[in-house]
């Protein structure tokens, strides 16, 4: 079966800081990834997705990035975090169609 | 473009109460999926159930059921005998065959279940 880690599950930054989350994927080859943002009471909002190492689609310009070394390996990185940066952090997997996502434990940033 | 719609944004009921979660969506695609997830207070999202557009028949698990009706753009969520543990926010989403593995989600639904 397959399984999703993301680490760290809890993260407080200060502002200025860099920002790396991991997000992994067993059980499954080539799959679709995502990483959303949640803030607090509030929707899901998609940040990256990729369909295959390498290949990464960015939804919303900002200042994180994300990278895909290897095939279930995906990374959200930030050079400099803000405090808009605050958030619940979600990774995703999927294949398909249909394309049902499966997701992660999620981390918690804070940015002080 | 797409679109889904949770018109609901925060319901309170008691125990043992039935309740349905609403969501409207908009496609032009003959071809979309949709889905519900659940998010309980841990935060992490819980796959429930996928139906796609060329079936409309409605599916009962326990006490949760879903209502598809393409005519009305509707998929609803439907508990039965609600439960303190089927407190959570509930999202409703939708993805097209033209927009590939994106899922466009709903605003979600708060749901309290009060003993």
């Known amino acids: 079966s397959q399984t999703i880690h993301q680490w760290p599950a809890t993260l407080v930054q200060p502002v200025g800081s860099p920002l790396s989350l991991e997000c992994t994927v067993e059980?499954?080859?080539?799959?679709?990834l995502y990483w959303y943002r949640q803030a607090a009471g509030r929707g899901l909002q998609l940040l990256f997705y990729?369909?295959?190492?390498?290949?990464i689609s960015s939804e919303v310009p900002q200042n994180l990035s994300a990278s895909r070394p290897q095939d279930r390996q995906f990374i959200l990185s930030s050079k400099k975090l803000l405090l808009s940066d605050s958030g619940f952090y979600l990774c995703?997997?999927?294949?398909?169609?249909?394309?049902?996502?499966?997701f992660g434990p999620g981390t918690r940033l804070t940015v002080t | 473009a797409q679109k889904v719609t949770q018109a609901q944004t925060e319901i309170s009921v008691v125990e043992k109460e039935d309740v349905t979660l609403d969501c409207v969506y908009e496609?032009?695609?003959?071809?979309?999926?949709l889905f519900w997830y659940k998010q309980p207070p841990s935060g992490e999202l819980v796959f429930l159930i996928r139906?796609?557009?060329?079936?409309?028949q409605n599916e009962i698990s326990g006490r949760y059921s879903w209502n598809f009706q393409k005519s009305t753009s509707s998929f609803n969520f439907t508990i039965t005998a609600s439960q303190v543990v089927d407190s959570a926010v509930y999202f409703c989403?939708?993805?097209?065959?033209?927009?590939?593995?994106?899922?466009?989600f709903g605003e979600g639904t708060q749901l309290t279940v009060n003993p």
């Open positions: 995703a997997w999927s294949q398909g169609p249909p394309y049902e996502q499966y």
């Open positions: 059980g499954t080859s080539n799959p679709n």
């Open positions: 990729s369909v295959g190492i390498g290949q």
């Open positions: 496609t032009r695609d003959t071809t979309y999926y």
């Open positions: 139906r796609n557009s060329f079936d409309e």
């Open positions: 989403a939708l993805s097209e065959e033209t927009s590939g593995s994106r899922l466009t």
